[in-house]
């Protein structure tokens, strides 16, 4: 969700430089920063965050934990020994089936004004003699029904969950920590998702159509094809409900005028009136006398 919300980073700095200018200017900027903030919560809703620390997360099985459900073989979605890192979920790529880790996370834009849904997960692919392919996925509840999201597959190429599996460009390389974003649009009409790698929109993967089409978010999941020795690590996972761009800019236009309001307010404060610098010498009438 980082990316959606830089925007917020433009206030804070120009209240720091208004510092440097007048008293007025510093009023209307104070005001538009803190009315900006102030759109900040309208601007994402945390579903689901989680970074699998302890508590409530304990080393060993991840299944069970924070309603978190292993799929195919639960022994080989664990939270190990960390040493001295972290805890993160492992799951193996030494299995015979399709294996890994999901989590039901519902949120129905049929009854929510925010249509955008992004789903965020940071993991590490491993090497080994031979490889598997990996999934990140969005679903309905319970896995039932493909909503998008992609395949990382062997030669570091995604493959997009979507009619006809379009292939981008190799773009994943092994044994480095990767940030993945999967932005879902579920504005009637759009139904598209996007993908993010590490900030950056990933060439040939964006507005890509609902592989069904859907109005609520379900599941997310992440797992290995199996069939090899490799593995991989999830760390970093995070379902965000963003407001469509049109009610961002609503929101942000609705604060800047807000703050004109303030600002306005301010500057006919008598203790902000300023007078202007006499050209003249005073009057009789200036020094209290009577004509």
Request: aromatic letters at 10%; one cysteine or more; hydrophobic letters at 40%.
């Amino acid at each position: 969700m980082h990316h959606y919300l830089h925007l917020l980073a433009a206030p804070r700095a120009a209240l720091a430089r208004s510092l440097k200018l007048g008293r007025r200017n510093s009023i209307l900027l104070a005001s538009c920063a803190l009315c900006c903030g102030a759109i900040q919560p309208a601007l994402a809703v945390v579903i689901y965050s989680t970074d699998f620390q302890n508590p409530p997360f304990n080393q060993g099985l991840l299944a069970g934990q924070d309603s978190w459900n292993a799929l195919g073989t639960s022994t080989a979605v664990t939270i190990p020994n960390p040493g001295p890192g972290t805890q993160k979920v492992n799951v193996s790529g030494n299995v015979g089936t399709p294996t890994g880790a999901w989590r039901n996370t519902l949120w129905d834009t049929s009854i929510h004004s925010d249509k955008i849904v992004v789903m965020e997960g940071e993991f590490l692919l491993l090497s080994g003699p031979t490889l598997t392919s990996w999934q990140f996925a969005g679903l309905t509840t319970n896995l039932g029904s493909f909503i998008g999201g992609f395949n990382v597959l062997t030669n570091g190429t995604l493959q997009l969950i979507t009619a006809g599996f379009p292939v981008t460009a190799p773009v994943v390389s092994r044994g480095t920590n990767n940030l993945y974003d999967v932005r879902f649009d579920f504005t009637p009409g759009v139904q598209t998702f996007s993908v993010f790698l590490n900030g950056g929109a990933v060439a040939g993967a964006s507005n890509i159509p609902f592989n069904t089409p859907q109005t609520a978010f379900g599941a997310g999941l992440f797992k290995t094809f199996g069939g090899g020795n490799d593995g991989a690590f999830l760390d970093h996972y995070s379902v965000t409900a963003v407001p469509e761009p049109a009610t961002y800019w609503l929101l942000l236009i609705g604060a800047i005028f807000g703050s004109l309001g303030i600002a306005r307010s301010e500057f006919r404060s008598p203790g902000w009136r300023e007078t202007a610098p006499r050209t003249a010498p005073p009057t009789s009438r200036d020094l209290g006398h009577s004509q």
